[in-house]
């Protein structure tokens, strides 16, 4: 017996090397070296292999027991019977031995391994043995967030040998028990029904399934009713096909025009619009999707939908917020982003409303409505020259754009905004003062107005002037070193250097000489500084009924008008009177030289002033008689008939002309009239001819071919 077990182990591990890995080999090797060390003989029951739920022969076949009792069971047989033996233990085994071999990636990220707590009950605390104290489960998040997703713990509870497992899946396959019209058989039956039989559009030939041939050949001996029944179930049937075919075709129509509509209807689609249509596809497969999901786990999905409830924590509210709550009065949330919470200069294009009734004036408190914020501050208007340069404006253009700088949340490019001048109460007219958009954050542009500076000459050499009274400093004269000048009678000039005495005074060269009236100035811009002021509007935080009567920052003008104060106009913007002295200029004195080359016309005349007519020469007056009277008077009166008539006589002549030019007017219209009928006869008779010519070549070219 001892020689046959040796050479059934041996037969056993030429078997066993073909059909199991190096770990069963060694495991099969182990357990031999344990049989080999027990005492006593075996018998030959115990040599058969056990089966997969333990139970040693419980599974053999009869014909196997029968083999082994009488000693013909070969050793292949044996080691194939063999190998077999507890494979589901084996490989749960080697998966063990690889995770416990594995190596853990949390400890060696962090150094540290979640293990969870025996008894979780330690940690509460009790207060006089009837009430727990609650503490936030902080351990069980540490422990669900310490768990190593990469080891994975085989589960060896189901038993697949008992029947009760076997049939829990059974019906998961094909050839398994489905519901009532989802049967692997059904399905094929109404495949074959459906698509079985077929006609071939080109020849005309109908081709029938398996089953409706069975039938075909069941009924052919009924007889010829039969026959002819089936011819018109045939006709029938191709005249419902005919129709159908129309109505697809018909349909097939429809779609394309309705394709072809849509194509064109939005032919001037933008990318917003596919983005949105995009999105609108997206939300509807997400509704379809998550219909019969519960709420919870819905928004751990997607989040919170539009029209639920929400609970919100916001930190740091004032206490008025509280106390003067109107449930009645709409309270609005946004969210902001993680750089719009600070606070910096927004460059801005701007417009006044037209609808608005006056226009802004800078550095006059706005309320803009920017983003999620409504604020007050000091906007500055300016425009950008030709030359890059921003200058100050006073007021608003009235139909055009200006730039304007706030202070203010720092905002995104490209967002929109408008602006009122308050928000408290009601006004009669239109409320919107101005609307624009943003369109930088920094403080790159620098905005200048215009500076005038004004000196007087007080020594004049030819064409160099000392020029007092425009700067207080040798440093502001050199600052402005080069700057281009301009005299009131428009010489142009340039600063050259200062002097030294007096302090402020420089000296100045121009195209001509000055004279000592004339007033030199200086054009010049200076940079403005944008005032710093950036006030939420706190409505909310005010008493219930009193939320709409928030008022901000005044104006000069506001508090002067509700206090009564009558504005004191400043002396130099007054007007005064003009009082100018009377200037004597030299005669003017010609050179002798230059009289010769000047001509006749030009040069002066020595002519004497002339003196009073002598009474001698001066002509004696006429003394008429009674009879020169009469003949003077009948005289003027028919010269005045004379022009009365003449008169008369040209005003006629008048009317008789316009009448004549405008029945020229008339002639000339009925020709050209006459020359444009004519002229259509003859393209028409032209027309025609060409017409006649084309049709007869084209009848030539026909007979040619």
Not at 418 to 446: C, E, H, M, N, P
Not at 667 to 682: C, P, T, V, W
Not at 687 to 692: F, H, L, R, S, T
Request: with cysteine.
């Amino acid at each position: 017996k001892e020689r046959d077990r040796d050479s059934e182990r041996g037969g056993q591990g030429v078997a066993d090397s073909g059909h199991c890995s190096e770990e069963e080999e060694e495991e099969d090797d182990d357990n031999d070296e344990e049989e080999e060390e027990e005492s006593g003989a075996s018998e030959m029951g115990e040599d058969l292999p056990k089966s997969s739920n333990g139970v040693k022969g419980s599974n053999v076949k009869p014909e196997q027991e029968k083999m082994e009792e009488e000693g013909i069971l070969c050793f292949e047989t044996e080691g194939a019977l063999r190998w077999k033996e507890g494979l589901a233990q084996k490989a749960a085994d080697v998966f063990l031995r690889q995770q416990q071999t594995k190596v853990n990636l949390r400890k060696l990220v962090y150094g540290t391994v979640a293990e969870e707590e025996e008894d979780e009950g330690e940690d509460e605390e009790e207060l006089g043995g009837l009430f727990r104290v609650s503490r936030p489960e902080k351990g069980k998040r540490q422990r669900a967030d310490g768990l190593d997703c990469t080891r994975y713990p085989p589960d060896g509870t189901h038993d697949w040998d008992q029947e009760e497992m076997l049939n829990s899946i059974r019906d998961c396959f094909v050839t398994g028990k489905w519901e009532e019209g989802k049967d692997a058989a059904t399905l094929l039956k109404e495949d074959e029904d459906m698509y079985g039989d077929f006609e071939d559009l080109e020849t005309g030939e109908v081709h029938k399934g398996k089953s409706e041939k069975k039938e075909d050949q069941e009924e052919e001996p009924s007889g010829e009713e039969d026959e002819d029944e089936e011819k018109e179930e045939e006709v029938m049937k191709v005249y419902d096909d005919e129709e159908e075919r129309k109505k697809a075709r018909l349909e097939k129509k429809r779609r394309l025009k309705e394709r072809f509509n849509s194509e064109y209807d939005e032919g001037d689609a933008t990318y917003f619009d596919d983005l949105k249509e995009e999105m609108h596809k997206q939300a509807e497969l997400n509704r379809a999707e998550f219909e019969d999901v519960d709420d919870d786990l819905r928004v751990q999905y997607e989040g919170f939908r539009p029209g639920m409830y929400v609970r919100l924590e916001i930190p740091a509210v004032p206490c008025e917020f509280v106390t003067n709550f109107d449930p009645h009065y709409p309270v609005i949330l946004g969210g902001l982003g993680a750089s719009e919470g600070n606070v910096g200069y927004l460059q801005m294009r701007l417009k006044k409303h037209r609808w608005h009734g006056r226009i802004l004036k800078t550095r006059d408190p706005l309320i803009m409505s920017l983003g999620w914020r409504r604020f007050q501050t000091i906007p500055l208007y300016h425009i950008e020259d030709h030359n890059g340069r921003h200058r100050l404006l006073k007021y608003t253009p009235l139909h055009m754009h200006c730039g304007a700088t706030i202070w203010g949340p720092i905002t995104p490019q490209g967002t929109g905004f408008l602006a009122v001048q308050s928000v408290a109460g009601t006004q009669s007219g239109f409320r919107i003062a101005a609307t624009g958009v943003v369109l930088d954050l920094d403080k790159s542009v620098t905005i200048v107005k215009k500076l005038k500076l004004i000196g007087y000459p007080y020594k004049i050499f030819k064409n160099t002037a000392f020029i007092k009274g425009m700067f207080n400093t040798v440093l502001e004269v050199a600052k402005f070193e080069g700057a281009s000048l301009r005299t009131v009678s428009g010489v142009r000039g340039q600063i050259k250097k200062a002097l030294r005495t007096p302090l402020g005074a420089y000296r100045a060269t121009f195209e001509d000489r000055l004279l000592m009236s004339d007033i030199v100035f200086l054009r010049s811009w200076f940079p403005v500084s944008v005032p710093q002021l950036y006030n939420p509007v706190t409505s909310l935080l005010r008493p219930v009924g009193e939320k709409d009567s928030w008022t901000g920052m005044k104006t000069v003008g506001q508090l002067k008008y509700e206090q009564g104060i009558r504005r004191q106009p400043e002396k130099d913007s007054l007007y005064k009177p003009v009082v100018r002295a009377k200037r004597h200029f030299n005669p003017l004195h010609i050179p002798k030289q230059l009289q010769k080359a000047l001509p006749f016309k030009s040069k002066p005349k020595m002519t004497e002033k002339k003196g009073k007519v002598p009474r001698d020469l001066q002509r004696p007056a006429v003394i008429r008689e009674p009879h020169e009277k009469k003949v003077a008077a009948l005289l003027t009166a028919l010269s005045t008939v004379h022009s009365y008539k003449k008169k008369k006589a040209r005003a006629k002549q008048r009317l008789q002309h316009k009448g004549f030019l405008r029945q020229k007017e008339q002639e000339e219209m009925d020709k050209l009239k006459r020359q444009k009928e004519a002229r259509k006869k003859m393209y028409r008779v032209m027309g025609q001819k060409e017409k006649k010519q084309q049709k007869s070549s084209l009848r030539g070219a026909r007979n040619d071919d």
